[in-house]
């Protein structure tokens, strides 16, 4: 591969690494804070182009539980 062709090659690697370490960080933020070990090495180590942290984050991620509305308190 010469010219043209490497350059588009290499450009297309590097938004591929910076859309799944944007989805991989988002992912293992939500997991961590979610107590999910298990997801948050399977996100560590495994590299899939965004696909896996995607997954979790629209099918595996604990819904979120609205606090309880606070009620004023009577003088």
Same mark, same amino acid.
């Given at each position: 591969?010469?010219?043209?062709?490497?350059?588009?090659f290499?450009?297309?690697?590097v938004?591929? #690494?910076i859309?799944?370490?944007?989805?991989?960080?988002?992912?293992?933020w939500?997991?961590?804070?979610n107590?999910?070990? #298990?997801?948050?090495?399977c996100l #560590?180590?495994?590299?899939?182009?965004g696909?896996l942290?995607?997954?979790?984050?629209?099918?595996?991620?604990?819904?979120?539980?609205?606090?309880?509305p606070?009620?004023?308190a009577a003088?």
């Amino acid at each position: 591969m010469k010219g043209p062709i490497l350059v588009a090659f290499i450009i297309i690697i590097v938004l591929v #690494a910076i859309w799944d370490a944007i989805w991989k960080l988002i992912a293992m933020w939500k997991c961590g804070r979610n107590n999910q070990l #298990a997801w948050y090495i399977c996100l #560590a180590i495994f590299n899939t182009a965004g696909i896996l942290p995607i997954i979790y984050i629209m099918c595996f991620q604990k819904p979120n539980v609205p606090a309880p509305p606070q009620i004023p308190a009577a003088h």
